[in-house]
């Protein structure tokens, strides 16, 4: 038995708090997030992010290690609270609800906070759009082995729930900005990273472009593409050679390649 | 005004029939699979694949250009039938509807038929189980310019209407074939075509393996990786360095930065 505050009714302030959460605004002023799911709690655990309040039914649960999960989490600091079937179906956002869903603080980094490497390695989105894609970018940064994803100008925000779903707990341990691209450019200079824009605006092949220096990738947003702050202020453009339809690549796609590349050249610099 | 026959009632043999076609085996059964929304059935268009029948709800457009699609269309050989909105609804699987569904015929290619380039380039998928992994490895075969993708012992088949969808088109164009991993073991053999299974199990970097003669790419399931079929009969076995979590890159991600380190090498050796 886990000893927790017990809510039955949908209609809980609590509950209608959980459901708010899910839009940017009350998710920013209240400075929290939600992760659902028995695998994203378990992903948060392992990164040392203990939620701050874990909602849960039993009835919704399709393992049987969450109770664990739950004392494990309780035991370092996170508030328990049991949901009837219904109250957390309110509160579900996934398609197949498994019983378990925390709040969690957000955290920013400031671009002067963040550990480098020598020499820094960085992937730069510009307004990307797409929850999934997001997810996806931070995935192949991780993979990467980069120092940090800075957001400019975000539509997204990297705590939409959908973010937090895609990016399979990488965004519990990826050092992440949010910022302007105003404050990057002076950033990126000021430290002596180049940019490396991908867009099709160039005849110049990523494979090209030396990547085993001090490097931050630049992607564009999924509509738009770069803005024209970037295409100026970048100091190579870059892009992926494309044998079928133009459109075969999205962003994070194109993302993980021109990462993937940086990585060949920066193992084979060594 | 579109010449069209009119179905007003969700129980029209017809729409009962559109719903079943979401389910592989009457899919198979009748040798077609539907293609859903505006842009697919641009795409079909674009690459000459006229669908069979089109079922359409203006009160469900969303843009101005659905009536003249559809008349193309139909100048072409396509049967049109204009629903109900109930109706529509109902064969619809997108969350949003388009007021736009196409049934096509099934195509398939065998080995043989395989238009092959010189050298020849290949990619392989063994029983991947999302549709949309399955779509979004053929738009990176697709960006990088393969021959064909082959689909061994399919768990997922390329007709799953998720697949169309995630495949953005490319289905329409890529040639493909499903068959067994053991007459593609064979058929590779017999043409000299070497095969590079991408599995952890190796302390070779897909970057250190020769990808510039003739050459299979060759993904493993989700859950499982490749088989030990695939990992006894390859010519070699290659693994993506991974800097963060073991499960950072999906099997299509995998399949994307191998991919393109393959067209790295084969644009550099020209």
């Not at 400019?152 to 973010?163: I, K, S």
């Not at 992926?240 to 940086?262: H, K, R």
Request: charged content about 25%; hydrophobic content about 40%; some cysteine.
């Amino acid at each position: 038995m886990l000893d927790a505050e017990e809510i039955s009714s949908p209609q809980n302030p609590r509950i209608k708090n959980l459901v708010k959460l899910r839009n940017r605004r009350p998710r920013d002023k209240q400075g929290v997030f939600i992760a659902e799911g028995y695998r994203a709690i378990c992903r948060a655990l392992e990164k040392d992010v203990i939620p701050r309040d874990l909602y849960f039914s039993p009835e919704w649960f399709l393992g049987e290690n969450e109770e664990a999960l739950l004392k494990e989490a309780q035991a370092r600091g996170a508030n328990l609270f049991e949901l009837s079937k219904i109250a957390f179906e309110k509160v579900a956002y996934r398609d197949r609800p498994e019983g378990i869903l925390g709040v969690i603080e957000q955290w920013s980094h400031s671009l002067q906070d963040l550990p480098l490497s020598k020499p820094p390695f960085l992937l730069i989105a510009e307004s990307i759009e797409k929850p999934g894609n997001l997810g996806t970018i931070l995935r192949s940064a991780d993979a990467a082995g980069v120092d940090a994803v800075v957001c400019c100008d975000p539509v997204t925000d990297l705590f939409n729930p959908n973010v937090v779903r895609s990016s399979t707990g990488v965004l519990f341990s990826m050092p992440t900005v949010m910022t302007t691209s105003q404050e990057v450019i002076e950033w990126l200079r000021q430290n002596g990273i180049a940019s490396v824009a991908t867009t099709p605006h160039t005849d110049t092949f990523h494979t090209d472009v030396d990547m085993t220096g001090p490097v931050a990738i630049i992607m564009g947003s999924e509509q738009f593409g770069l803005s024209e702050i970037w295409l100026d202020a970048c100091d190579q453009k870059a892009r992926i050679p494309m044998a079928g339809q133009a459109d075969s690549l999205n962003v994070a796609m194109a993302a993980l390649v021109t990462l993937f590349e940086a990585v060949r050249q920066r193992n084979a610099a060594r």
